[in-house]
C-alpha cells in the first residue's frame, strides 16, 4: 500500500524559507511523477511543483518558478520542496502526490493524474 507522509511545514515570516519532505514507501515502479500541490482556505487545488524519475524533470507553476525547488532522494525514498522568498499567498495547506502514468502528465498541471495523496503540512506566512 503505497503511503506519503508529509512533514516540515511552520510558521515563518515573509521572506523567510522553509523545507517539506515527504516520506513515501510501498510502491516499487521505476517510473514515478511526485509533486506538491496545496490549497489555501476558500481556494481551488494549485500545482506546485512535480518531478519525475527517471531523469529528474521538473515543471513549475509559474507562481512559485525561481522561488520553490523540488528535489527528491531516491534512495530514501523522500521527496523535498524547498520553499525560499516565502510570500503570505504562499499560506496552505501543502500535500505530496504520486501516481505512474506518463511522463505527459507529471506536471502541476494535472492533478487529476495524481492517484496517491498524503495528508498535507500547513505552511503559514505572515507579513
Known amino acids: 500500500q503505497v503511503q506519503l507522509v508529509e512533514s516540515g511545514g511552520g510558521s515563518v515570516q515573509a521572506g523567510g524559507s522553509l523545507r517539506l519532505s515527504c516520506a513515501a514507501s510501498?510502491?516499487?515502479?521505476?517510473?514515478?511523477?511526485m509533486g506538491w500541490f496545496r490549497q489555501a482556505p476558500g481556494k481551488e487545488r494549485e500545482g506546485v511543483a512535480t518531478?519525475?524519475?527517471?531523469?529528474?524533470?521538473?515543471k513549475y507553476a509559474g507562481s512559485v518558478e525561481g522561488r520553490f525547488t523540488i528535489s527528491q532522494d531516491t534512495a530514501k525514498n523522500t521527496l523535498y520542496l524547498q520553499m525560499n522568498s516565502l510570500k503570505p499567498e504562499d499560506t496552505a495547506m501543502y500535500y505530496c502526490?504520486?501516481?505512474?502514468?506518463?511522463?505527459?502528465?507529471?506536471?502541476?498541471?494535472?492533478?487529476?493524474?495524481?492517484?496517491?495523496w498524503g495528508r498535507g503540512t500547513q505552511v503559514t506566512v505572515s507579513s
Open positions: 502526490a504520486a501516481h505512474w502514468r506518463v511522463y505527459y502528465y507529471c506536471s502541476p498541471d494535472y492533478p487529476t493524474q495524481f492517484g496517491y
Open positions: 510501498g510502491y516499487t515502479s521505476s517510473y514515478y511523477c
Open positions: 518531478i519525475y524519475t527517471p531523469g529528474g524533470s521538473t
